[in-house]
């Protein structure tokens, strides 16, 4: 035992002993870069007024050591509270030069003075507001894959960024690179183009400094990590047909693809399991797409099949507030028309407000009420020519509640119900839609598999149940439920 304890002690200072070293040959490098540019700024120079490059220095005159020429006679300019740029003046020109990042970029004269701007960067990635940002943008944007703590996800295989092991192989501009334009072979995406260069850069100084146990900054930023992985973030669209509300990406593309096997029930008549619970028979499919124009609004377009009226759903969703910004619930609103027998006719215009709190760590309750202005009975339409029959239009309002509760990290158990409470009967509805199921999380996916009592998927035909559908009054009973299942695919 005691050998072991020399032994990891060596092992330590081995590793420190490299940590110091490789400092110190990062300083002579960034030492060396600064002074091939000053060499290269004062030739230069010399090339352009050769007679002042002549001239000794007041230090020569005297006899004694030659003095370094100034900064800003050599056109050199160094930023306070920046080790890693500099401003090189060439030609009436100025440029910064970024030595880490190997990059050289002309300062345009309608920006504001560059040694501004830069102090103002360098101070900012020391303060902790940007590690603040970070903390918020790696919870909303990076957690599902490398874990709310950072600490990684054994079956995604993402690394430990609380390990000074694994920090000491992550400079800081690899893991800016590696958060602009993602890692080829791996699930990592380009976040480039969906987050600000403010929010990359917070990122990167979140991840750099969950390795730090020392520090104010730090120590906030973990405080306010793990109070928002106490925030429960759906994850998917839907419940099974009930919306989560949930914040899309900026720019981000989503899929959503549902089957409900509305025809066979699951657990009723002989041999249900040769059959898979229904999975043999005749589904309902429907698909759609979602895009994220901004953080807060987003587009969809839903189409459902021939069986259910073919209607194509469009539809603008905007969130209000959410509990990761410190508000007390999450808040969206969205409208959306329903048009049947591809856009045509029976037409249906929906109001929702989506409302949803977090209970407690892995748990999380929603309310949506819907008015739905000329909604139809959802009916069985079985010829592709006649398309869906043309009935009357009834206003409906329905109030949706659901669930969903984390069993692990990954999996939860969602559950829903869609009670029509104005003119329910007039829409056939004598029985609440819904539902209950299993979900699976996987970086960019979501899979729902659950068993409900209604085939409608589109805001308008969700409150429906296999009753109206079949024209069976029994059959939205429990005995009536069948299996169907989500998937949902984050494209960009």
Same mark, same amino acid.
């Given at each position: 035992?005691?050998?072991?304890?020399?032994?990891?002690?060596?092992?330590?200072?081995?590793?420190?002993?490299?940590?110091?070293?490789?400092?110190?040959?990062?300083?002579?490098?960034?030492?060396?870069?600064?002074?091939?540019?000053?060499?290269?700024?004062?030739?230069?120079?010399?090339?352009?007024?050769?007679?002042?490059?002549?001239?000794?220095?007041?230090?020569?005159?005297?006899?004694?050591?030659?003095?370094?020429?100034?900064?800003?006679?050599?056109?050199?300019?160094?930023?306070?509270?920046?080790?890693?740029?500099?401003?090189?003046?060439?030609?009436?020109?100025?440029?910064?030069?970024?030595?880490?990042?190997?990059?050289?970029?002309?300062?345009?004269?309608?920006?504001?003075?560059?040694?501004?701007?830069?102090?103002?960067?360098?101070?900012?990635?020391?303060?902790?507001?940007?590690?603040?940002?970070?903390?918020?943008?790696?919870?909303?944007?990076?957690?599902?894959?490398?874990?709310?703590?950072?600490?990684?996800?054994?079956?995604?295989?993402?690394?430990?960024?609380?390990?000074?092991?694994?920090?000491?192989?992550?400079?800081?501009?690899?893991?800016?690179?590696?958060?602009?334009?993602?890692?080829?072979?791996? /699930? @990592?995406?380009?976040?480039?183009?969906?987050?600000?260069? *403010?929010?990359?850069?917070?990122?990167? &100084? #979140?991840?750099? !400094? %969950?390795?730090?146990?020392?520090?104010?900054?730090?120590?906030?930023?973990?405080?306010?990590?793990?109070?928002?992985?106490?925030?429960?973030?759906?994850?998917?669209?839907?419940?099974?047909?009930?919306?989560?509300?949930?914040?899309?990406?900026?720019?981000?593309?989503?899929?959503?693809?549902?089957?409900?096997?509305?025809?066979?029930?699951?657990?009723?008549?002989?041999?249900?399991?040769?059959?898979?619970?229904?999975?043999?028979?005749?589904?309902?499919?429907?698909?759609?797409?979602?895009?994220?124009?901004?953080?807060?609004?987003?587009?969809?377009?839903?189409?459902?099949?021939?069986?259910?009226?073919?209607?194509?759903? /469009? @539809?603008?969703?905007?969130?209000?507030?959410?509990?990761? *910004?410190?508000?007390?619930?999450?808040? &969206? #609103?969205?409208? !959306? %028309?329903?048009?049947?027998?591809?856009?045509?006719?029976?037409?249906?215009?929906?109001?929702?407000?989506?409302?949803?709190?977090?209970?407690?760590?892995?748990?999380?309750?929603?309310?949506?009420?819907?008015?739905?202005?000329?909604?139809?009975?959802?009916?069985?339409?079985?010829?592709?020519?006649?398309?869906?029959?043309?009935?009357?239009?009834?206003?409906?309002?329905?109030?949706?509640?659901?669930?969903?509760?984390?069993?692990?990290?990954?999996?939860?158990?969602?559950?829903?119900?869609?009670?029509?409470?104005?003119?329910?009967?007039?829409?056939?509805?004598?029985?609440?839609?819904?539902?209950?199921?299993?979900?699976?999380?996987?970086?960019?996916?979501?899979?729902?598999?659950?068993?409900?009592?209604?085939?409608?998927?589109?805001?308008?035909?969700?409150?429906?149940?296999?009753?109206?559908?079949?024209?069976?009054?029994?059959?939205?009973?429990?005995?009536?439920?069948?299996?169907?299942?989500?998937?949902?695919?984050?494209?960009?």
């Amino acid at each position: 035992m005691a050998k072991q304890y020399v032994s990891s002690i060596r092992v330590e200072r081995h590793r420190e002993l490299f940590r110091v070293l490789k400092r110190g040959l990062f300083t002579c490098i960034l030492a060396a870069g600064v002074a091939c540019l000053v060499t290269t700024a004062v030739q230069g120079a010399g090339a352009h007024s050769s007679s002042r490059a002549a001239q000794p220095t007041a230090a020569g005159d005297s006899g004694g050591e030659p003095n370094s020429a100034p900064a800003d006679a050599a056109g050199v300019q160094f930023i306070d509270g920046s080790t890693t740029s500099v401003i090189v003046q060439r030609n009436g020109k100025k440029y910064v030069v970024d030595l880490a990042a190997h990059t050289i970029r002309e300062v345009d004269a309608s920006e504001p003075p560059a040694e501004t701007h830069l102090q103002e960067a360098a101070s900012t990635e020391a303060g902790g507001g940007n590690i603040q940002l970070g903390a918020k943008v790696f919870i909303q944007n990076c957690s599902v894959c490398h874990g709310k703590d950072g600490k990684g996800i054994a079956s995604t295989g993402t690394p430990d960024f609380t390990s000074a092991a694994v920090q000491a192989t992550l400079p800081k501009e690899t893991v800016l690179n590696t958060i602009r334009h993602g890692k080829k072979g791996t /699930l @990592m995406p380009a976040w480039d183009g969906k987050l600000s260069e *403010d929010e990359i850069a917070a990122a990167g &100084s #979140f991840v750099k !400094s %969950l390795a730090s146990a020392d520090g104010a900054t730090q120590r906030a930023a973990a405080s306010e990590a793990r109070e928002n992985a106490k925030i429960y973030t759906p994850a998917d669209d839907y419940l099974f047909s009930l919306p989560t509300g949930r914040r899309l990406e900026r720019h981000g593309i989503y899929v959503d693809f549902t089957h409900r096997f509305a025809f066979d029930p699951a657990f009723t008549g002989k041999a249900r399991g040769a059959v898979l619970l229904g999975l043999d028979g005749v589904a309902v499919p429907s698909f759609g797409f979602r895009y994220g124009i901004t953080d807060k609004l987003s587009v969809s377009a839903y189409r459902s099949p021939s069986l259910v009226g073919r209607p194509i759903e /469009l @539809m603008a969703e905007y969130h209000i507030i959410d509990e990761h *910004d410190g508000y007390p619930l999450n808040a &969206s #609103f969205r409208i !959306s %028309l329903d048009g049947q027998d591809n856009f045509s006719r029976n037409f249906t215009t929906n109001f929702e407000g989506i409302f949803s709190r977090t209970l407690f760590k892995g748990a999380q309750m929603y309310f949506v009420p819907t008015l739905s202005l000329q909604n139809r009975r959802l009916v069985l339409s079985p010829t592709l020519e006649g398309g869906p029959p043309s009935l009357p239009g009834i206003n409906s309002f329905s109030l949706g509640v659901g669930g969903a509760f984390d069993i692990r990290p990954t999996v939860a158990v969602i559950a829903e119900v869609i009670p029509t409470l104005v003119n329910g009967p007039e829409l056939g509805i004598h029985r609440p839609a819904y539902a209950f199921g299993i979900q699976k999380r996987l970086w960019r996916h979501a899979f729902t598999l659950g068993f409900s009592n209604s085939p409608g998927t589109v805001v308008s035909q969700r409150a429906g149940t296999r009753a109206t559908f079949l024209n069976d009054p029994s059959a939205d009973t429990p005995s009536g439920l069948f299996i169907g299942f989500d998937l949902m695919r984050q494209m960009y």
